[in-house]
């Protein structure tokens, strides 16, 4: 029979007692989540749904702080460095968990080790939209065919050098052997704006920001880069339809800095699935051409995990370094 001393019985207990009035006091003030990208694109956009849904949760005031450069780099440094005591939150995306970590050679964060997973939130799938600078492209065909008549003359936006839009469509003009001049914004609504001004030819975007751009019938988009066609964007044809085997688009998730209290991160995975649930998130997220994915954080490591090595060889693949 095994033995158990008291000083062990006692330091159990200790222990148990000092968790549980933590936990209950938890949250004790204002809590944030940080966005690594400017106000108005679709980090900001889904983190302030994010706050408000965890508002009457939480029982605490839930507010967005938006942390833009480098890719998102700079907020997730920025987070990684916050007091782990969950008061600090992290809207990580594909390109700061999964791109940034093969592209950056001094990075100053790791995605594995200084972050806690929470939750998946959603993927948010690309759609391709072409400006008004050429309104003869009005198809995914007559924009290859522009292409490939002029190479390194048509041009397209994106929110950085090696961002997930400036991957996806130099795979979707690889795939096609022609090319574009890549013109980078430092997040997605100066790129929008670019592109609806005649600026810069085209941009491969989340769908609910090409749904936007398309309202007024100048901006149109000519293909969308999901498995399945999009609600929100009748009419616009599936790229693989069109000979390009080619889906992607953004995954954004929650996280804590690491070494955060696990009961913590357990409260805050039922917190977020709870907001996720919420008609008011669905909403904001059904806008975007999708739906909420919430996952347990074992889940979300390993939907990281492999990310990085996908990531990893498509960032070979272009040679997109950065210092």
């Not at 995975?269 to 919420?278: I, K, L, P, S, T």
Request: hydrophobic fraction near 45%; charged fraction near 15%.
């Amino acid at each position: 029979m095994t033995v158990i001393s008291r000083r062990a019985l006692f330091g159990a207990a200790a222990g148990l007692s000092l968790a549980a009035p933590a936990l209950a006091a938890y949250p004790d003030r204002t809590l944030r989540i940080v966005s690594g990208y400017a106000p108005g694109g679709l980090n900001d956009i889904v983190s302030r749904a994010m706050a408000q849904a965890l508002t009457p949760i939480l029982g605490q005031s839930v507010v967005v702080e938006n942390r833009p450069g480098a890719n998102g780099s700079l907020g997730a440094t920025f987070a990684a460095r916050a007091a782990p005591d969950g008061h600090t939150l992290w809207m990580g995306i594909v390109d700061t968990q999964a791109i940034n970590p093969s592209v950056y050679r001094q990075l100053q964060y790791d995605p594995t080790t200084d972050f806690a997973p929470i939750s998946l939130v959603a993927k948010f799938p690309f759609a391709l939209v072409v400006g008004p600078s050429r309104p003869e492209l009005a198809s995914f065909e007559a924009l290859m065919a522009a292409a490939k008549a002029a190479p390194g003359k048509l041009t397209y936006a994106s929110w950085g050098v090696a961002s997930t839009p400036h991957l996806a469509t130099e795979r979707m003009l690889r795939a096609r052997g022609v090319e574009m001049l890549h013109v980078p914004y430092t997040s997605q609504a100066p790129a929008m704006q670019a592109v609806m001004a005649g600026q810069v030819d085209c941009f491969a975007l989340p769908a609910g920001g090409a749904e936007s751009m398309t309202r007024d019938g100048r901006t149109r988009a000519v293909a969308v880069m999901a498995p399945r066609p999009l609600e929100i964007i009748p009419g616009a044809p599936m790229m693989r339809d069109m000979g390009v085997d080619l889906t992607s688009g953004l995954w954004k998730a929650i996280y804590a800095p690491a070494r955060t209290p696990p009961a913590i991160l357990e409260r805050l995975n039922q917190a977020v699935r709870e907001a996720m649930g919420a008609p008011a998130f669905v909403e904001v997220v059904r806008q975007q051409g999708t739906v909420p994915e919430p996952t347990t954080p074992e889940a979300l490591a390993a939907f990281g995990r492999a990310e990085r090595l996908a990531w990893g060889e498509v960032v070979k693949a272009t040679g997109a370094t950065l210092d």
